[in-house]
């Protein structure tokens, strides 16, 4: 079946970087595009990133462009996502997305089961 | 501030039929599909509708989806008491290249 395990969260200064992974089993990793998406406490849904199914095309949201990273390595079928200069508002649960498409989203069928990402000094 | 608009509230009976709304603009629910996410606290969402109508396998025929022009609806009919959760629309932008939510919707069976 297909399972996405997030890793790396944890308490993190600001401006200071962290890394996230999401080890995905169950499934082709290669044929689909993978997303990152975050939940503030108490707030709704926020779309953080896209990549490719083959890590050619990447795109941001406004939020975290510049400062964040997506990558993806297909022959470990993990997705990352590097958090350079983070800020309080980045505070969230960040969960990793299988989207149904291999290249432009579609919709997004499967995802982890979030990790939180704590900005504080 | 979302880029999909949707009301923070509902609420309905049990074996009511109830409507979530969605509103988005040309460059998201105007050109692309529409998925709705289903999401109850300390776990994470799962889809509910995607392409504006479909159906995922094990996702009962009492939840659908219609868009028309730059909005989508979320009707569930025969309102149980374990619908209650918040409801999330979402589309491709293509202005982002990426994906939009709405703010979510708290579905509250009285």
């Known amino acids: 079946q297909v399972q996405l395990v997030e890793s790396g969260g944890g308490v993190v200064q600001p401006g200071r970087s962290l890394r996230l992974s999401c080890a995905a089993s169950g499934f082709p990793f290669r044929s689909y595009g993978m997303h990152w998406v975050r939940q503030a406490p108490g707030k709704g849904l926020e779309w953080v990133a896209v990549i490719w199914f083959d890590g050619n095309y990447k795109y941001y949201g406004d939020s975290v462009k510049g400062r964040f990273t997506i990558s993806r390595d297909n022959s470990k079928d993990t997705l990352y996502l590097q958090m350079n200069s983070v800020r309080v508002d980045d505070t969230a649960v960040y969960y990793c997305?299988?989207?149904?498409?291999?290249?432009?989203?579609?919709?997004?069928?499967?995802w982890g089961q979030g990790i939180r990402v704590t900005v504080s000094s | 501030q979302s880029v999909l608009t949707q009301p923070p509230s509902a609420s309905g009976t049990p074996g009511q039929r109830v409507t979530l709304s969605c509103s988005g603009s040309s460059s998201n629910i105007g050109r692309n599909t529409v998925s709705w996410y289903r999401q109850v606290p300390g776990a994470a969402p799962k889809v509910l509708i995607y392409k504006n109508n479909q159906r995922p396998s094990g996702v009962p025929d009492r939840f659908s989806g219609s868009t028309s022009g730059t909005s989508a609806s979320l009707a569930i009919s025969g309102l149980r008491s374990d619908d209650e959760a918040t409801y999330y629309c979402a589309a491709a932008d293509d202005s982002l290249n990426g994906v939009v939510f709405g703010g979510g919707t708290e579905l509250t069976v009285l």
């Open positions: 997305a299988r989207d149904q498409s291999s290249r432009s989203p579609y919709y997004l069928d499967y």
